[in-house]
């Protein structure tokens, strides 16, 4: 099993929709989790960091669920600038204290 | 935003050459990393220093060396690459390990 492991994609949506990413994670003690956004040809950014009770920034909700190593990330009324890859991140903890990074679900927001 | 800086944004060598990656962050950060991201793929991270001691090689040959000399500054030196090390080359700095990482813009190297 991957260490971070997200929906393959691409999603192709239009303008609008609601568009929802999951991703599961196979190390149980893990403690930190994030969302990284990273547009075409340059560097991922935070888009917002996962809580356990659930987080809202805006059109975005991330969602965990540790008994079943899982975290979803929600986007509602997508933009055409939320076309982008979607990275889920997770930390390795007590295997040597560094993130793990899925391999991302690219987003496209079609018109 | 100028938090982590690398230069140069881009670079072209050929297998001869040796070259070096240069990362400088300003957040005060204690751990750097070195990422590869070739076309379409997805993050290979390559080193992890914390308080300038690596802490991790992820079995990356040896032509890249890397190098840092404080906490604030990591290096990419690279010598005899193959033209399959043609990549986004991407630093990376966070307070401790597991949290957030901030990452600069990349250096996009090809090898001819």
């Known amino acids: 099993r991957k260490e971070v492991e997200q929906d393959p994609g691409p999603f192709n949506v239009p303008e609008g929709a609601t568009v929802a990413f999951n991703c599961t994670y196979s190390?149980?003690?893990?403690?930190?989790f994030f969302w990284y956004r990273q547009d075409c040809r340059k560097e991922p950014k935070l888009l917002m960091s996962?809580?356990?009770s659930g987080n809202e920034d805006g059109r975005f909700t991330a969602q965990l669920n540790r008994a079943s190593q899982y975290i979803s990330l929600l986007i509602r009324d997508s933009k055409l600038s939320d076309s982008a890859t979607y990275l889920c991140?997770?930390?390795?903890?007590?295997?040597?204290?560094?993130?793990?990074f899925g391999q991302g679900t690219e987003l496209s927001v079609k018109p | 935003e100028t938090g982590v800086t690398q230069t140069p944004r881009h670079l072209v060598m050929g297998m001869t050459n040796k070259k070096s990656l240069k990362c400088e962050q300003h957040?005060?950060?204690?751990?750097m990393y070195w990422y590869k991201q070739s076309a379409k793929k997805p993050l290979e991270l390559m080193f992890v220093?914390?308080?300038?001691?690596?802490?991790e090689n992820n079995s990356v040959p040896s032509r890249f060396s890397p190098e840092c000399p404080n906490s604030s500054h990591l290096f990419l030196h690279l010598h005899t690459l193959q033209p399959e090390d043609s990549a986004l080359y991407l630093c990376?700095?966070?307070?401790?390990?597991?949290?957030?990482?901030?990452f600069g813009p990349g250096t996009r190297l090809t090898v001819l």
């Open positions: 990376a700095s966070s307070r401790d390990p597991t949290d957030t990482q901030y």
């Open positions: 190390n149980s003690a893990s403690q930190s």
């Open positions: 996962v809580y356990s």
């Open positions: 991140v997770v930390d390795d903890y007590n295997q040597g204290g560094k993130l793990i």
């Open positions: 957040l005060g950060h204690n751990a």
């Open positions: 220093y914390n308080f300038k001691e690596q802490t």
